[in-house]
């Protein structure tokens, strides 16, 4: 049994999703298109990396391996491998293509209801809803309400919020609406409040999540995000792997936004840290003090939030370069009877239109002592990474999934 780590490289998809289509991202691949863009020097840039993608320790876990099996294509600089790990593609089977979707999924909860959105159209939100948050909060209007790139709305607007004190809203492609304030001239615990606000107001539109995007600066070009970004996720809407090791009495370490994700339910000590090197400093330090038959359960968000957003192909790519950089350490804290899992929740490809996730499938590498090098195939639903967990831990298999251990 021992004890399991499981960390979420956030949107980084291999391709190959069987209903791309339905969400208008046949092809999409965001590894497998970082990596050939790398090859043809479109990953270049200068005092940041340069030449092939180069992810030798996670190759070696089968991470190359995984994109073959996802879409039957090499990925430059990702050929061979996958002698030091069980290596999966898992197929995303929820309803959606959002963070929660992925998430619950991967804990061993596929999402089979329809997550409300909101239209393409300017004004995208609701009149009746609008009104009702305005008078629920007493504040004297609102900016932006359509769908938006999160840094180039706040760049958009945020000289007109700071003059008129109203919120800017947004939506994407998720089912999400996103409340972004300046920190100072409104208030960061004003933000949240009425965040709240309207979390109470869309749960009966099954909106999946309200998040706060503080931002602080003077003018424009000069604003930018702060690390005080706050989710208000719906409850998941059945048992998870964390209510199964809760209920069990193990020990469960949520790092970043997992916490969020889940509505801090059986999260356990939730951990926040800013950027994915303080967020796998955490996660490791946490594991290190696990007791057997525990979770430390991790996302990493900036391959999402601060790359595949903004289309940022070069700044991906160093991303996972560095992260592969402490694979090393990672292997390092498994002891004897331990499991780690690396995988994703959806992609979010750099190369492709717009700006939001992409449905693709996620890469599964599984390793640890005892742990036999092999493929587990193109796996039927994430769900199998929860019950795959669940299996190492003892614990009753649940209504999805099915172990590749």
Known sequence: MSRALLIVLDSVGIGGAPDAAAYGDEGANTLGHIALACAQGRGDRAGLRAGALHLPHMNRLGLGRAVTLATGLVAPGLEGGGEAGRHAAGTETSKGKDTPSGHWEIAGLPVT?????????????PPDLIAAFLRETGLPGILGDKHASGTEIIEEYGEEHIRSGKPILYTSADSVLQIAAHEAYFGLGRLYEICQAMRALTL??????VIARPFI???????HRTANRKDWAMEPAGPTLLDR?????????????IGDIFAHRATGEEIKASGNGALLDAALKAFSHLPEGGLVFANLVDFDVEFGHRRDVPGYAAALEAFDARVPEIIAALRSGDLCVITADHGNDPTWKGTDHT????PVLAFGPGIEPSS???????????????????LAPGAY????L
């Open 376 to 394: 587990a195939g193109v796996r039927a639903t994430m769900a199998d990474i929860g019950e795959s967990i669940a299996a190492h831990l003892a």
């Open 217 to 223: 600066g003077e003018k424009q070009g000069d604003f």
């Open 359 to 362: 449905r693709e499938r996620v």
């Open 245 to 257: 090791l809760k209920q069990a009495g193990r020990k469960v370490v949520s790092i970043g936004k």
């Open 113 to 125: 209801f329809d997550w409300g959105y909101f239209p393409t159209t300017i004004p995208t939100f």
């Open 204 to 209: 009966p539109m099954n909106i999946g999540r």
């Open 401 to 404: 999934g099915k172990s590749f």
